[in-house]
């Protein structure tokens, strides 16, 4: 999208003879670059009918933005016919270069969505959509809104793919006339260029687009940076041309006498590359060996090997430098091998070998799809490119409804580099570097990701949160009753994997959070002399209808999940409830009231909660006490957190109960608890070898398991603190593994961790 300024008529005042040619110049050179002629020209692989209809979308754009000039000078109508020149470039179809002369028609014109529609078609009319950006609605934030803009373009390029290749466009037309914009915008502008743009340009395999617009953020971002890099550029440049001519010809020579047909021709790495280098590796400009490279050219995939051979023959291969990227293509496409070569005087050089149609994917992408299919109709690969991640965009979308949240995820996914790994049955899938086995196991499916509880990796078995490593073979072991766990948001690396592990904890959360609430109305209701709830049918729906107007909840199933997560007080809707229920006729009972509304405590009550360790999601155990079964409690409605307990004689509870005593509810063990709780305790021990061993021997003959171990970071004295997490049963089963600890030898004192007040 580009600057826009009203141009106003120039007023009174007579200009000298040298002004009006000047000013003729200059609106001539305007009018030719506003005119449809100059895009005519490349729009040759279009039918007639066509560029007809391109060019009622200009007659169209050129009269919404009539008046309009661009920081230069130019009129508006300029930046996007050069939008629509560059999908031209890319061969895309009438469609999307309609849509790229209209795409600032809704932002900055006025036309709606539906004008659109009449005139040029639905289709159309959606690609204009999905690139304009929402300022029409009010965001708290400048990031909220620009991730909501940016959440509806992704979306919208999941659908249609051209969303995005003119997005890109605009960007870099952007880009290239960034100069004529205000310098304070720049740093912003360049940043989410490198940020966003650029990733998703090498996401698609769009390497030319990604490399202009990495150089020109980075001329915009760092400009002495960037001035003093491009000039030792130029002097390397010129102090090499006679070395890289000399490898051209005997390359070309080589490949002669081969009787090979090639092409080859250099290639010179971006600066922004080369400065990323610099910076990532600690490297002066001498020591970044490979700015120079070419590429060869051949007929088909058997050539490139042959060539490749020819090429270690002419000049020594560098050990460790070959990659085959055709046998394994990049997550966006991408195919060529490399190799690097040891050229005359000893320097450096490397070759990248490909076939026309790789030329093509390498520096188009998924925008090859248009610019090949006429030679390669039948080629679905071309269309396959970065249509998995454009996918997973939608699933992510269904299950994230944060505008913020969708873009973490997204953001995540724009990695510039992969592993490829194997299933059991040899397919390849390509990961992001750094993923896990639970990555692996969602992008398989989100079943298998769901249910899954061990792994192995090379026939060996490992810990779910192991990083993949390229040539992985990796079996995935599941569970019917397995779940997700919280702690794998700690390492999974995948943006797909991490929306689908929070879906489901949320909708975990919400069921039993519901139910709890539904306990906790219940039992505060019979505080209030009503033995049940109202029942949820006809004949109470005008109760529950006040009610809910009342809390100003949307149904009855938000009611209740409100009230376990806390953010209503069980208590106050209760006596809402009770009043609705007297006016229709129901009338309190006096002695169930008597019984259950006045308890030991001070407040009134909302019911006791029987806890067994079956709840998940909707009850936490408090950290800083960690209760066992045995211990008296107390139960905290946090404000969205759900039910927290703590030990009655917790100083965090004590605080909480002082300042916000009516979110205090009454809480109990079941008599048979169905699973281990987690507890702290402290073991002060003689410095010694072996005497972790020991301690860990002996909470192991006490049947507790160790969940966590934290040492002291002093240097070793004689005596020394271990700090267990452990699990027990109880309280009796843990008092029996204080005893066992006190008799081990070495262990001089064992207490449970109480948190300080």
Sequence with gaps: MGAVLTLNPAAGGRASTGQNASEAGVAAANAAAASFAGLTARLDYLEASEVEQVRLAYRFADQAHLGQIRNNGEPYITHPIAVAARCA?????????????????????????????????????????????????????????????????????????????????????????????????????????LDIYAPIAHRLGLNQTYRELQDLAFSHLRPWRYGVLSKAVAKARSRGRDLIQKVQREVEAVFAAAQMQVRVFGREKSLYSIYSKMTDKHLSFAQVTDIYGFRVIVSDIPDCYKALGVLHQLYKPVPGKFKDHIAIAKVNGYQSLHTTLVGPSGVNVEFQLRTEGMNVVAESGIAAHWLYKASEPGDANAERLGSQWLQSLLEIQYETHDAAEFWDHVKVD????????????????????????????????????????????????????????????????????????????????????????????????????????????????????????????????????????????????????????????????????????????????????????????????????????????????????????????????????????????????????????????????????????????????????????????????????????????????????????????????????????????????????????
């Design 89 to 193: 470039e890319w061969k895309l179809d009438a469609q999307a270069l309609m849509a790229a002369l209209l795409h600032d028609a809704i932002e900055d014109c006025g036309v709606t969505k539906t004008d659109l529609i009449e005139r040029f078609g639905a289709p159309v009319a959606e690609l204009v959509d999905g690139l304009t950006k929402l300022d029409k609605l009010q965001f708290t934030t400048r990031e909220e809104n620009q991730a909501e803009s940016f959440r509806k373009m992704l979306l919208a390029m999941a659908r249609d793919v051209r969303v995005i290749l003119i997005k890109l466009a605009d960007r870099t037309h952007n880009m290239r006339t960034l100069s004529d914009v205000p310098r304070e915008k720049w740093k912003r502008i360049s940043s989410e260029t």
């Design 414 to 757: 724009l990695f510039p580099d992969a592993v490829y790994v194997f299933t059991p049955k040899s397919q390849i899938m390509a990961l992001p570097r750094g993923a896990t086995v639970v990555d692996f196991a969602y992008a398989i499916h989100s079943n298998v990701g769901d249910r899954t509880v061990a792994a192995k990796i090379n026939g060996e078995q490992v810990p779910l949160r192991t990083e993949l490593q390229n040539g992985d073979v990796i079996e995935v072991i599941t569970a019917p009753v397995s779940a997700p766990n919280p702690a794998w948001l700690g390492f999974v690396r995948t943006g797909r994997a991490r929306s689908k592990i929070r879906h489901h904890l949320k909708t975990l959360a919400y069921a039993e959070s519901q139910g709890l609430g539904e306990k906790l109305l219940t039992q505060a209701l019979r505080a209030e002399g009503m033995e049940k709830l109202p029942e949820n049918d006809a004949a109470h729906q005008a109760i529950w209808d006040k009610l809910l107007r009342f809390t100003g909840s949307r149904n009855r199933e938000e009611l209740l999940t409100d009230l376990g997560l806390g953010k209503r007080i069980a208590s106050i809707v209760a006596k809402r409830l009770m009043t609705l229920l007297s006016e229709s006729g129901e009338k309190p009972d006096a002695v169930l009231m008597t019984r259950e509304r006045y308890t030991a405590h001070d407040h009134v009550s909302q019911g006791a909660v029987t806890l067994d360790g079956s709840e998940n999601a909707s009850v936490q155990f408090a950290l800083c006490c960690r209760p066992v079964p045995g211990d008296d409690i107390v139960g905290y409605l946090g404000r969205g957190e759900g039910l927290v307990v703590h030990t009655a004689d917790c100083a965090v509870a004590q605080r909480l109960q002082h300042k916000d005593s009516e979110r205090f509810i009454t809480v109990s063990w079941s008599d048979e608890p169905v699973r281990t709780f987690e507890t702290s305790i402290v073991t002060t021990v003689h410095n010694g070898k072996g005497v972790l061993a020991r301690v860990a021997a002996a909470l192991a003959a006490a049947e507790a398991d160790i969940t966590h171990i934290d040492m002291s970071d002093e240097i070793a004295q004689d005596a020394t603190d271990l700090r267990f997490v452990i699990a027990v049963r109880d309280r009796t089963h843990l008092e029996s593994v204080l005893r066992n600890l006190k008799r081990t030898p070495s262990v001089l004192r064992v207490v449970r961790a109480i948190p300080s007040a």
